[in-house]
């Protein structure tokens, strides 16, 4: 998908979901599931080489810390293309990979939150090679051959429907891969589609804790009564 594109999409649904709002508040936990669209972005220098749109899925869980953010943890399933290329040579290969983020999400509005994170991504396999194009002798290699890849994910979510309890998002995300070898793309961009759901209420979360004082107080195993 063109970055014009998936902006204007954004701002298409920014403008039609700001009456489905989430109210945070600290000590509320979510959970995201959805599948997630992406792609490498890559200029390629011929014609037989190109990077298109690749499924996966995602989970993000976010547990809020105040009304205005949230700690948030997630999971990607990847099959990720890396794409090389030194002169004349060109290497193209992918890999399926988890991808593990970890960050905090401020929340702009109730229905809209951005997020930054830092993240670690581990190959589950071999690398298969999509295009490869290199002279005899030479050796050329992508990242998809190494044991883990870093770098900080940026991310943009939008509420679209639904209700405190649960919702459906959109959430266009850019993955900056920071240790990538020369004249190689890395980076990803897309958008995942997900099902937002509570898993625990602070409400509920408070009503327990007041369960097991009330248990600690009652319980004769626990208070046996003094020895005269």
Known sequence: MNPLHLLLCTIIIIASGSVFAYDPEEGNINATLGPYTYRTPY????????????????????????????????????????LRDEGDDILAQKVEMIHIT????????????ASLGFF?????????????????????DTSAMDFCEYGFDLALQVQVFGTQKFGIVFEPRYSWNVTPKAH?????????????????????AKAEAQRRQHLRETDPALNPPPKP
């Open 43 to 82: 200029n390629s220098p011929v014609p037989d080489v190109s990077s298109p749109m690749r499924g996966g899925y995602g989970l993000i869980a976010t547990g809020d810390s105040n009304s205005k953010g949230s700690v948030e943890l997630g999971m990607f399933y990847l099959d990720k293309l890396f």
């Open 102 to 113: 970890m960050g905090y999400r401020w929340w702009l509005r109730s229905w809209i939150s």
């Open 120 to 140: 670690s991504a581990y190959p589950l396999g071999d690398p298969k090679d999509v295009f490869k194009r290199v002279a005899p002798g030479n050796f050329l």
């Open 184 to 204: 190689e793309a890395a980076d990803h961009v897309g958008f995942l589609i997900g099902l937002r759901f509570m898993v625990q209420e602070k409400g509920a």
